[in-house]
């Protein structure tokens, strides 16, 4: 067959593949209208982009082409993803950025293996176990007040992720990588109404933190939709550590700055949030590692899925729900059966989640067990197929000793205070490596606290610790530990294959919203862009089901009977009712790539490929 042919045959076979018709028009969505008014336009925006060479998807259309800029100068998958994110500390500052951490995973086309690096933040050596209890009360003090803090700050470990991928996979310096972005940061880029909407939803915050207003509050308002927002700070930052490296972070005047930052916050006058000072030192910065280590891994209806391992608990958690699942055999039952049965096996793996999961160097994960099959029946045998089990149900025992329907073990629940902000992307290159990368600074807008003159907002990632210092619970907080997280970058082989990569944002809803889009993809007979833009639930062990408001209307009649009860999403701090912003990646026969972003979730995402054959 010719290339033109291939071609030919591989968009016709990729648009049923994705639920599109010839005219482009989504199977659940329509593309986004953009502003095309005002300079510089905003890059062209498509959910969904199919042909070779490589793909990018993101939440965003500035990042996605840096991405793909990035591969069409010969750069690799690794290249690209450093420079995506990169650009989304710039056009996601809310989100992500040099300020937080993440969980690197990546598939190497050469050795055929899955690879991992855990860039999670970590708590000072000097913060002490009860850090977020009030003395007076003995209670812990109110999330609002933590979470705009120096106390909530972690040792960021984003930009020494960067590095260790780069160095051990990457063909690109740290310098050559983050210049896009660098340059991004210096032009501008055009505000859009999720920038605007999350600015305003921080605004009250914000206002009462000096650097922090007076870059993302100009004249005291969130930045004007079609405005052109310039961060030249951050260009300022992103040039300092192209030339001097990650010693420039983690060394010398800018580590001083970001310790001093975090232990005296720069309160505006007339500030009413106490803006607790942190424990953050220069020492702590300079001794910040990132950790490599082996992927989590399930076999499910014949493909391995791989993941994140403690001290994420997403790896763990998506993994234990699929064995769960996989005795029912989805693919063969109605959906309100399918949806149970998807519900009743996130509310299990979320109470093994809260029993056992914490960072691996102070708390004896079972990972192992967790993982396995004979755990997972047991588990699943506790699904009623008629009735949903009253939340929270109790955890299992992962002792390696499996029966048929062994009751679970009392162990207290604890509340969950994960953010729901973060920020996903994958790419893969030409020669078939792949990348699924969630970085984020916790909430939306972080801590709150930007470092004068920097450009960039530090995490809150200290408040995914449970705040009462209680010795039975794995992520209670610990000197130098690394805070529980729910981020799951999956990447899913067939045959030893990549066949697709995905993940999301969202706080504890990550694991359901990547739990779901497999299930929707693998075993409900959606394309990939339908499942990725089908309507969310979660189930985290609650007596509810948080779902979004298209769930509900679509599905809370066939529920009601099994007695879920659906109540509808929305964050406190925030005024959006969604779940997750996936972005994903399909592997096509003939060496092609389908990559799918969100078509309306924070404003909608954007996919594209590096020769694209649609859209055009």
């Given amino acids: ?27 659940q969505a329509s593309p986004t209208a953009q502003n095309q008014h005002h300079a510089p336009k905003p890059p062209v925006k498509n959910a969904t982009a199919i042909g070779f060479g490589g793909a990018v998807a993101s939440v965003d259309p500035e990042a996605t082409n840096v991405g793909i800029g990035v591969l069409r100068r010969g750069g690799n998958a690794v290249d690209a993803a450093v420079a995506t994110a990169a650009a989304l500390g710039v056009t996601e500052p809310y989100s992500a950025g040099i300020g937080g951490g993440g969980y690197f995973v990546y598939y190497s086309a050469k050795q055929r293996k899955v690879f991992t690096i855990d860039g999670r933040e970590t708590a000072p050596a000097a913060m002490p176990g009860d850090a977020f209890v009030d003395k007076a009360t003995g209670q812990p003090y109110p999330f609002a007040q933590l979470v705009t803090s120096g106390v909530s700050v972690g040792v960021p470990g984003t930009l020494a992720t960067w590095d260790s991928a780069l160095k051990s996979w990457g063909s690109l310096p740290l310098r050559k990588a983050i210049k896009p972005a660098a340059d991004l940061a210096d032009r501008g880029f055009v505000v859009d109404e999720t920038f605007r909407s999350q600015t305003l939803d921080n605004k009250a915050r914000f206002a009462q933190v000096v650097p922090t207003a007076k870059l993302f509050l100009p004249n005291g308002d969130a930045p004007q939709v079609g405005s ?62 990132v950790l490599k280590q082996d992927p989590t891994r399930v076999s499910y209806d014949g493909l391995d899925v791989y993941g994140m391992a403690p001290s994420s608990s997403g790896g763990t958690t998506v993994g234990e729900a ?11 039952l109605s959906t309100p059966d399918a949806l149970h049965n998807y519900l009743e096996a996130s509310a299990l793996a979320f109470a093994d989640r809260g029993a056992y999961v914490g960072d691996p160097k102070f708390v004896d994960v079972p990972t192992k067990q967790l993982l396995s099959k004979g755990f997972g029946a047991e588990r699943s045998c506790q699904i009623d197929p008629a009735k949903a089990a009253v939340k929270p149900v109790k955890p299992g025992s992962p002792d390696g000793s499996y029966a048929a329907c062994a009751p679970g073990v009392s162990k207290a629940e604890r509340p969950d205070t994960e953010g729901l902000s973060t920020t996903h992307l994958v790419a893969s290159d030409k020669w ?42 794995p992520n209670r907080i610990e000197a130098n530990k690394r805070p529980r997280s729910s981020m799951s970058p999956t990447i899913v082989l067939k045959h030893g294959k990549p066949f697709l990569a995905l993940g999301s944002p969202g706080g504890s809803t990550i694991i359901t919203t990547v739990l779901q889009t497999l299930t929707n993809r693998l075993d409900r007979g959606m ?35 099994y007695g879920h009860k659906l109540v509808l999403a929305g964050d406190a701090l925030t005024s959006a009712a969604e779940i997750g912003a996936v972005a994903a990646l399909e592997f096509l026969p003939g060496g092609g790539y389908l990559a799918a972003a969100e078509p309306k979730r924070r404003g909608g995402g954007s996919a594209a490929t590096v020769h694209q054959l649609w859209p055009r």
């Fill in 1 to 27: 067959m010719t290339p033109k042919k291939l071609a030919a045959s591989l968009t016709a076979g990729a648009l049923v593949l994705t639920g599109l018709t010839a005219g482009g028009v989504p199977a």
């Fill in 322 to 332: 699929l064995n769960i699942l996989a005795p029912k055999k989805l693919s063969k």
């Fill in 527 to 561: 394309t990939l862009p339908e499942a990725v833009a089908a309507p969310r639930a979660s189930q985290r062990n609650t007596a509810t089901v948080t779902a979004e408001p298209a769930f509900i209307d679509a599905y809370e009649d066939q529920l009601t009977p």
């Fill in 432 to 473: 078939g490596n792949v990348v699924s990368y969630t970085l984020t600074i916790e909430q939306t807008g972080g801590s709150g606290i930007t470092v004068p003159g920097r450009g960039f907002l530090l995490n809150n990632e200290l408040t995914d610790f449970s705040a009462l210092p209680d010795p039975a619970d």
């Fill in 228 to 289: 052109v927002f310039r961060n030249r700070e951050l260009a300022r930052t992103y040039d300092l550590i192209g030339r001097e490296g990650p010693s420039a972070f983690y060394r010398g005047p800018l580590a001083a700055e970001i310790s001093k930052v975090v232990k005296t916050p720069p309160k505006a006058a007339g500030a009413t949030l106490p803006m607790f000072p942190g424990h953050l030192t220069t020492a702590d910065l300079a001794k910040y590692k």
